[in-house]
């Protein structure tokens, strides 16, 4: 359980919680559930818990992490639950809905926007390091995502930590007369004047760690699914329009 343990941490750190009701589970199940996830670590924050499709296991979400436990609360597994009838993976379906649910809750204000143009199709997240290649790489193509009606949003992740050169120049785009402007440059490989001012950089490296980010470039799409890495443009396209 030490994972579930960890992840439970970065969920508590972000303040990005939501409490799910659901009619089918009883407030005293609930409460039995919830009382064993404090066990795991104090102040776990409030979980949403629902009937699972495995009768007696309840569907345990945690912003977008998923487990399942038993009603008594006595066993918990932290794993895919597969339909075979369908072939569908229906944890992945249940961390997409809580993926959408909590990046809703992220404030857009906080983030650098690259807006489509024209009628928006679609919204794609991006926790990007300035200092990763494919991240240039996917910052390239951003108009031509923009072409297809798709709005990029940039959240920061820099994945050498707090305090390092990576998280200065972050800082520095985000305090930036032209945010959008400053990355455009930063991306370039061109040095950015150093600036400091209110940011949310240390905010998105908190919410990083909730959504379970672990590289650089990854995508939250629209529809609540993850991709974990560089992805061209052409084919980013097809996808969201499947």
Known sequence: MNGLKKSLMALALTGLISTGVSANVTPEVKEVIQQQLLKIIPNAPQASIEQSQIPGMLEVAVG?????????????????????????????????KARTQAMAKVQESSMIMYPAKGEQKHVVTVFSDIDCPYCHKLHKEIPEMNKAGITVRYMAYPRSGINSPSYFKAVSAWCADDPAKAMDDAMAGKSLPKKQCENPVSMHMQQAQYFGVNGTPNLILDNGNMIPGYVPAKELIQLLNQ
């Open 64 to 96: 977008p992490l998923v487990i399942y436990m038993s009603e008594d609360g006595k066993y918990a597994f932290n794993g895919s639950l597969i339909n075979l009838d369908t072939r569908e993976n229906l944890t992945d379906i249940a961390k997409a």
